[in-house]
């Protein structure tokens, strides 16, 4: 994984830490492959042993790991972020390997916009959209 605590201060750190150490996040295998400088997350998880009575990977397995890359990548900034509202859509059932990157692709004052899409082997399976909601305004915000 790339050393994103180089590049990020201790503070947010320290979140990111704690959001890659849930117990549900450890206990379904999701792991953080690498969170890059400018903003991408990616988290994988393998779908094998959350299969569905269909033959895919359960879409709660699927929500969770788009969910995980989106926190991650909401939470990047200086002031932490909680799910707004979210949407996803399955495109095809994954069973393997899955994949998820998140980037945030708008931010305004108080919320931020993220997409995460999900793949297995290189096939897009899942696209999440995430609003996030920045919990604790600034000092010079909260004034104003």
């Avoid at 359960?58 to 969770?64: L, N, Q």
């Amino acid at each position: 994984m790339q050393n994103w605590e180089s590049f990020l201060p201790e503070e947010v750190c320290d979140r990111l830490r704690k959001i890659m150490d849930v117990r549900y996040v450890i206990d379904l295998g999701i792991r953080t492959e690498s969170i890059s400088e400018d903003g991408e997350v990616v988290c994988t998880m393998d779908a094998g042993d959350k299969i569905n009575a269909m033959g895919g990977a359960h879409g709660g397995a699927v929500f969770t790991l788009a969910d995980q890359a989106f926190a991650l990548a909401c939470n990047m900034g200086s002031e932490p972020m909680v799910a707004l509202c979210v949407n996803m859509n399955f495109l095809k059932p994954g069973k393997g390997h899955l994949r998820a990157v998140a980037r945030k692709i708008s931010e305004t004052r108080r919320t931020s916009l993220c997409e995460v899409k999900v793949f297995e082997d290189g096939d897009l399976i899942a696209v999440f959209q995430g609003t996030s909601y920045k919990i604790r305004a600034r000092r010079s915000e909260a004034t104003s």
